[in-house]
């Protein structure tokens, strides 16, 4: 398995492919995938790109951390694994019991 890396303030301009362009100077991309908003279809700014080899993940990470694409200071580093997220979500109302008034 490859090396997962995170791209953050990514233009909003820039596709899959051309993300993966613009790893694919330093080594071998198995994937590149800018985050898309489910409800608008835009791209959140955001993605990820997956490298056959760390050493080249490295070189990447060295060489475009920081580096200015279409306007914007690009972010990268390794990507963390996500974070389990809790479906419950909390109750907004106070649902206790009949609390109205008696008379």
Known sequence: MG???YVGNLSYNITNQSLESLFAEF???QSAQVVMDRDTGRSKGFGFVEMSDNGQAQAAIAGLNQKEVDGRSLTVNEARPREE???GGGRGYGGGGGGGRRY
């Open 3 to 5: 090396t997962r890396l």
């Open 85 to 87: 997220r809790s479906g």
């Open 27 to 29: 080594g071998r991309v």
